[in-house]
């Protein structure tokens, strides 16, 4: 099946700094891409929706100043958080699609535990 | 609100037993699927449904799609601690829409 790759699986970073999550297919074209934030034996949570060579699509309540998203190329999408405090720690998830409009099926990077100290 | 409400949030049974999981929705979905994560780990997909009244059985695993492709169940027999996870739906419309989750635990 199709590979994505999540990078790093986790990092610890001080209070005041920015951290970037990679999120690569492997072995497809991701039109889309989507990043998700999950607690702790929760669903995930929507951040926001990326189609390359645009910007990105953000959901409700998530601060697009914040959560940084590029996805500059069909195989890469960069999650960066910007001036990171205790109360972003959580585990970042990506997925990417293949679909035109990424909405048939999705395959997940395996998600980036980041702890902000 | 969620979209997708699954039943229950939380369920803790001894190995051999039986269950079954509820994904429910007012809406309708093109299609639908099963998803299982593991604790530091990216949800795994389990199975797709696409067709109302669609059954799929993957191994101990059984999924079905309801008739009006609104609502799904997934039920496993006899239980094994391998299939502790949180269990996720996800309906297909103009996105993904994520059910609420279930936290499954097999106790030897």
């Known amino acids: 099946g199709a590979v994505v790759s999540q990078h790093p699986s986790w990092v610890i970073c001080k209070s005041g700094t920015s951290v970037k999550i990679e999120c690569r297919s492997l072995d497809f074209q991701a039109t889309t891409m989507f990043w998700y934030r999950q607690f702790p034996k929760q669903s995930l949570m929507l951040m926001a929706t990326s189609n390359e060579g645009s910007k990105a699509t953000y959901e409700q309540g998530v601060e697009k100043d914040k959560f940084l998203i590029n996805h500059a190329s069909l195989t890469l999408s960069t999650l960066t958080v910007t001036s990171a405090h205790p109360e972003d720690s959580s585990f970042y998830i990506c997925?990417?699609?293949?679909?035109?409009?990424?909405?048939?099926?999705?395959?997940f990077g395996q998600g980036t535990r980041l702890t902000v100290v | 609100t969620q979209l997708l409400e699954q039943s229950p949030q939380f369920l803790s049974i001894q190995e051999g037993e039986n269950l079954t999981v509820y994904c429910n929705s007012s809406?309708?979905?093109?299609?639908l699927q099963w998803y299982r994560q593991e604790p530091g780990e990216g949800p795994v997909l389990l199975v797709t449904?696409?067709?109302?009244?669609e059954v799929k059985k993957l191994k101990r695993l059984t999924f079905q799609f309801g008739d009006a492709r609104k609502d799904s169940s997934l039920h496993i027999t006899a239980a094994q601690p391998g299939d502790t996870g949180l269990y996720l739906c996800?309906?297909?419309?103009?996105?993904?829409?994520f059910g609420t989750g279930t936290s499954l635990t097999v106790i030897p």
């Open positions: 449904v696409v067709t109302g009244g």
């Open positions: 997925s990417a699609s293949p679909g035109a409009r990424g909405y048939t099926e999705a395959f």
């Open positions: 996800a309906g297909v419309r103009n996105q993904f829409y």
């Open positions: 809406s309708v979905f093109s299609s």
